[in-house]
């Protein structure tokens, strides 16, 4: 067969064109557009409704909370940028310095990569995910001092029972004594206090050099609050909110998500830990990070007050708060993911 070089030439670059993620231009006045790897995420995003199975997803009135149909005091009118029309919420992002790793265009955006290992519904050892956030800092470090840099990382996946205690956790935290405990007990390089990670409790861990995002860790710690708002708002129509002077996030006096991290060199690991369908009694054995007069909640615990008795799949909901997080947390860092059902570093 005689080779035609400009067919070939016609053909790369159609294959270019479809290999690039496409955001939706939004409408003026119209609804925001999808995230550019929406159609890289599991089918449960796109569930609606029926008159057969109960979905909790955007249009899953019966499990709406009535106060959250009137409209969040954080609304403003459409068209205007997310994170500037609410107040309190986190600032916008400022001009970035481009990383030198491949970038991807987006109805005119640029966005930076970020590898999304996808194991929402696998429950992995704590240590073992904690060496997975070692060495990725490591060799992005290693990459920094040869004056490259690698893509940023977000880790998404569950735990077994297991209590990690901060750098800024005391023995007052914990109601039993370590060699008593029901479960394994890590003291790890984070800040913060004592937490509990178990089975039903969505733990998503971004590594992200924040050079190329805003390097300022108190605007991290609000972006990712404002991730966990966005989707509990989003999915579950649950109106979420901060506390003055506490990490995380609220639903009443419920906290329903905690948030630790540490940072080398503007490099940050750890990440957030959202309770979806997790068994609270464990949290009966410690003062949550440190907190003493206030509960905890879970997504599960809120939609079943509203649900009339109706069950509630762990399974969907599960997915709906991982596509939920997933897509929230790329519009506001303004990542483009490349979403993988396995994770290994070596």
């Known amino acids: 067969m005689r080779c035609d070089p400009e067919r070939h ?107 999304c290992f996808d194991l929402h519904q696998q429950i992995v050892p704590y240590a073992e995910a904690y060496a997975w956030q070692k060495s990725v800092v490591k060799r992005r470090i290693g990459l920094l001092d040869s004056g490259e840099d690698h893509s940023d990382t977000l880790i998404a996946l569950q735990h077994p029972p297991v209590y990690t205690l901060g750098s800024d956790s005391k023995k007052e935290y914990l109601h039993f004594h370590k060699e008593d405990a029901p479960f394994e007990v890590h003291q790890i390089d984070r800040g913060g206090e004592v ?3 178990g089975p039903g409790q969505l733990v998503m861990y971004p590594i992200l050099n924040l050079r190329y995002h805003k390097e300022d860790l108190h605007w991290y710690f609000r972006s990712l609050e404002e991730v966990i708002i966005r989707a509990l708002k989003s999915a579950f129509f649950i109106k979420a909110s901060r506390v003055e002077g506490l990490t995380g996030v609220w639903v ?7 948030i630790g991290i540490r940072g080398t060199r503007m490099i940050v690991y750890h990440g957030l830990a959202l309770n979806v369908t997790t068994d609270l009694t464990p949290f009966k054995l410690i003062d949550p990070c440190g907190i003493k007069d206030r509960g905890v909640g879970s997504i599960m615990a809120i939609l079943q007050k509203e649900s009339n008795g109706r069950e509630i799949d762990d399974r969907l909901l599960m997915d709906i708060a991982y596509n939920s997080l997933v897509e929230e947390f790329a519009e506001l860092f303004q990542l483009s993911l490349d979403i993988s059902p396995h994770c290994s570093f070596q």
């Open 195 to 197: 937490t509990y990670h």
């Open 9 to 115: 030439r016609r053909l790369g670059a159609s294959a270019r064109r479809h290999r690039a993620p496409a955001r939706r231009a939004r409408k003026k006045g119209g609804a925001r557009g999808r995230s550019s790897h929406a159609s890289r995420l599991p089918p449960t995003m796109a569930l609606l409704p029926s008159t057969s199975s109960p979905s909790c997803h955007r249009r899953a009135a019966p499990f709406a909370p009535a106060a959250a149909t009137s409209g969040a005091p954080w609304a403003a009118p459409r068209g205007e940028p997310r994170a500037s029309r609410r107040p309190g919420a986190a600032t916008p992002l400022p001009p970035r310095r481009r990383r030198p790793v491949p970038t991807r265009s987006a109805g005119g955006a640029v966005l930076d990569r970020c590898e």
């Open 252 to 258: 009443g006096d419920q906290k329903v998500a905690a």
